[in-house]
């Protein structure tokens, strides 16, 4: 049974880091397309980052170009979201997605406050 579980939200101050895990099961993330995409209150979900299902080719969304990284662990088959220097714009669900065959986390919350 294919599964994704996000994990790593929380509350940060702007300026801070937070890092997204998703640990797949039931498939290996190494041979998978897949994605971060994120959900602000009142607006459509968003893609923010996706990585290629062969070798570590990755795409951002222009807001968080240069802040945010996209990367896979194989050994513990979890794809990972490191966020650098926070801002209140990015307070949203963040939701893990492989690509193909399509799959959906639950998602994890992330806030921006001071």
């Known amino acids: 049974q294919v599964q994704l579980v996000e994990s790593g939200g929380g509350t940060v101050q702007p300026g801070g880091s937070l890092t997204l895990s998703c640990i797949a099961s039931?498939?290996?993330?190494?041979?998978?397309?897949m994605a971060w995409y994120r959900q602000a209150p009142g607006k459509e979900r968003e893609l923010v980052a996706n990585i290629a299902s062969i070798g570590t080719g990755t795409n951002y969304a222009n807001a968080v170009k240069g802040r945010f990284t996209i990367s896979r662990d194989n050994a513990k088959n979890t794809v990972n979201l490191q966020m650098n220097n926070l801002k209140p714009d990015d307070t949203a669900v963040y939701f893990c997605?492989?690509?193909?065959?399509?799959?959906w986390g639950q998602g994890t919350q992330v806030i921006v406050s001071s």
């Open positions: 039931g498939f290996t993330v190494i041979n998978s397309p």
């Open positions: 997605r492989r690509l193909y065959p399509d799959a």
